[in-house]
């Protein structure tokens, strides 16, 4: 990267348009191609790769996060590749006041992956709450000496969340949340980020964070990996009215834990358009289009055959459809959900474990990062 400056000073941290946060086309479009080379690299090498992604704890997940990215990380966890799965529960405060509720969602949230098939018992999947592990929060403190205010500010993904959640007052952990995001990634040596694409500045930051730290504190070998992003190939799944998103929050989902009761309640009142011929047309008929993609998704057929044999028939046909194979898709993991929720020792026991790994890398990463510092004394 050739603007890059070889040991940034405080007062020289870049403060340009060309070397800002939000991300241009050609980093995008180069992270994209870095994550198509991966897809491909990863069945042939698992053992060159790490993964650490996660999710903040503000409530239990639902089918656009199954197929979105929990699907994602199952499928790379079993090409056997060590899989660090972080619950963001300090980020939540970014954007309210208090963690209400946060251990019953971190628990809720811990059986969604268990259930959608993250296996802490292969011996390498950790799933742990950052706010057990020390030495990644301390992490930040050298971190934040690398990033300039102006660069914080620029975050397009900051901003659009500021914006959704009408802040009056932005604390600072909004502005900072991303460099404790790098934290997170880099405690544990994450060479590959599963993520969605409005995470993508956050992975720039990770990756600028890891090259200037290297390049100020060099050490043989160099202390950070530069981590990919790896994308998705699912479309993101729209909300049931229409929205842009699924989103609890906007109770346009349907929540991996919910019933089959709930689930056809809640299909039947998906927001569709008044012509009873169904096709496959994603740009003119987005609703519709996002009902046949799920119900492709459940089934494996294609959503242009799927939209064939329902002709004439419908929304009505449609959501019947998409009821009956999103219900049967979702029994076995809804089976295994609720089996492991009578047993709240099982989950404790599974944090535990991530924990006690988490920590374990955070302490010799931290080690390695005062080490190349010149910090210690005693
Ligand atoms: N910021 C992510 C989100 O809001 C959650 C997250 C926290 C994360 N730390 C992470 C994602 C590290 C990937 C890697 O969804």
């Known amino acids: 990267m050739s603007t890059e400056p070889a040991t940034p000073a405080p007062e020289s941290l870049p403060t340009n ?8 086309s050609d980093t995008f479009q180069a992270a994209v191609r870095r994550s198509e080379a991966l897809w491909k690299d990863i069945p042939a ?18 089918i656009g996060h199954l197929f979105g990215s929990l699907q994602n990380r199952v499928k790379i966890q079993n090409l056997g590749v060590t899989t660090f799965i972080v619950i963001a529960d300090y980020q939540v405060l970014t954007d309210r006041e208090t963690a209400d509720n946060v251990a019953t969602n971190v628990r809720e949230i811990v059986l969604d992956y268990l259930a959608a098939g993250l296996d802490p ?16 929060n301390q992490l930040l ?10 660069e914080l500010d620029r975050n397009p993904t ?8 009408g802040l009056r007052q932005i604390n600072a952990l909004m502005y900072t949340y991303p460099v404790h995001q790098a934290a997170d990634i880099l405690s544990v040596k994450g060479n590959i980020i599963p993520v969605g694409k409005d995470q993508l500045p956050h992975l720039e930051l990770t990756r600028k964070l890891a090259r200037r730290f290297n390049t100020r504190f060099p050490a043989e070998p160099a202390v950070f990996p530069e981590p990919d992003a790896l994308l998705s190939e699912t479309p993101v799944i729209l909300g049931l009215d229409g929205g842009q ?59 242009e055959a799927i939209a064939a044999e329902i002709g004439d028939g ?13 219900n049967a898709y979702l029994a076995p993991l809804r089976a295994k959900r609720t089996e492991l929720a009578k047993d709240p020792g099982y989950v404790a026991g599974v944090i535990q474990r991530g924990v006690e790994r988490a920590n374990a890398e955070a302490e010799a990463t931290l080690a390695a990062v005062r080490k190349a510092m010149g910090m210690f004394y005693c």
């Open 17 to 24: 348009a060309a070397d800002e946060t939000t991300i241009s």
């Open 45 to 62: 090498n698992p053992h060159k790769y790490r993964v650490l992604t996660g999710d903040r704890p503000t409530g239990s997940l639902h």
């Open 121 to 136: 018992e292969n011996g390498r999947t950790f799933i742990f709450p950052h706010s057990h592990i020390p030495a990644l």
């Open 141 to 150: 403190l050298p971190f934040l000496t690398f990033v300039s205010l102006p």
């Open 158 to 165: 900051v901003k659009e969340e500021i914006r959704a959640a």
């Open 245 to 303: 998103k699924m989103s609890k929050s906007r109770g346009n989902a349907i929540m991996l834990k919910a019933t089959a009761e709930e689930t056809a309640k809640l299909l039947k009142s998906a927001k569709t358009d008044s012509n009873r011929q169904i096709t496959f047309e994603p740009e003119t008929r987005p609703e519709v289009a996002n009902l046949l993609r799920l119900v492709s998704l459940c089934t494996g057929r294609a959503p």
């Open 314 to 326: 419908g929304s009505g046909k449609l959501k019947a459809l998409l009821t009956e194979a999103l």
